[in-house]
């Protein structure tokens, strides 16, 4: 191990053992222009990318993520506004409250922004709410079954940027577990 580590130390070649480095020329590399294929798809990818970049911007949608919308980005926050945050609960058999759940791929297998970017879809049609609700017990094997998904919203008003008083919650939508 000694001897390895002295050969890298020292850039010595292995049969020469007791004598002094030598320098080895380094082969040259050959460096290559790209070929016209080669230029070719990479400008077919990146005009491909513009265009859907473009497209999303046009039609709004995140459906092209990591290319679409960015309208995200476009707007500023009102100081003294509200700031919404869409949650999930669940009313589990035996209790008296519906319990929060992380609204997240670990808990209902699904992340909030995905769910918030088609949030009128899941409004209108609260059976898409099973699927979180399938996901919970698939994940959680050993927790109760949820009896109702709540999708809620919460409400924090702002006074110069900074939240006052207690976020509203309210209930956007409720599905019975099947």
Request: aromatic share 6%; net charge negative; with cysteine.
């Amino acid at each position: 191990m000694e001897e390895h580590k002295r050969r890298l130390l020292t850039n010595q070649d292995p049969d020469a053992h007791g004598t002094e480095p030598t320098a080895r020329p380094k082969p040259r590399t050959r460096v290559r222009p790209l070929s016209k294929v080669g230029i070719g798809w990479r400008l077919a990818i990146t005009a491909l990318a513009f265009v859907i970049l473009t497209c999303g911007q046009f039609l709004n949608t995140n459906d092209f993520f990591p290319l679409g919308s960015l309208t995200q980005y476009a707007t500023a926050k009102d100081l003294n506004g509200t700031v919404g945050s869409t949650c999930i609960a669940a009313q589990f058999p035996g209790e008296d409250e519906p319990r929060r759940l992380g609204f997240n791929t670990a808990t209902v297998g699904i992340e909030r922004g995905d769910v918030e970017s088609q949030l009128d879809r899941v409004i209108a049609h609260p059976e898409l709410m099973q699927s979180m609700a399938d996901s919970y017990v698939r994940l959680h094997p050993d927790e109760p079954k949820p009896e109702t998904m709540i999708l809620c919203r919460t409400t924090t008003q702002l006074k110069n940027g900074i939240s006052v008083g207690e976020p509203e919650e309210s209930t956007l939508a409720t599905w019975e577990v099947r």
